[in-house]
């Protein structure tokens, strides 16, 4: 099986709503799936509308490592980036 990164939202965080990210083989018929540097991410239909035109941003540096959201559809995040409202 094909895997890919599979990129979420569920109710949570201190914002309300916190994203999820995960390595999945599975796909559903409602998923949207996309494809960047011939890496497949994907995300069912109810998370898409949260996160339409949102960047997944991968940085590196002294401060550590990792992926970001950057998500114009936040009207405000939390200091540690992994939850928003909208």
């Known amino acids: 099986p094909q895997h890919f990164v ?3 939202v ?3 965080g201190c914002s309300g709503l916190t ?3 995960e390595f999945d083989d599975k796909l559903t018929e409602e998923d949207q799936v996309f494809e960047d540097n011939g890496e497949k991410i994907v ?3 109810k998370s898409f509308i ?3 035109n ?3 941003v ?3 540096g002294l401060d550590g490592a990792g992926f ?3 998500n114009p559809n936040a009207a405000r995040t939390c200091a540690c980036g992994e939850s928003f409202a909208l």
């Open 50 to 52: 949260y996160l339409a």
């Open 68 to 70: 970001t959201f950057e």
């Open 58 to 60: 991968f940085q590196g």
């Open 6 to 8: 599979r990129v979420g």
């Open 19 to 21: 994203y999820n990210m």
């Open 54 to 56: 949102t960047k997944l």
């Open 10 to 12: 569920t109710s949570g």
């Open 43 to 45: 995300t069912d239909l």
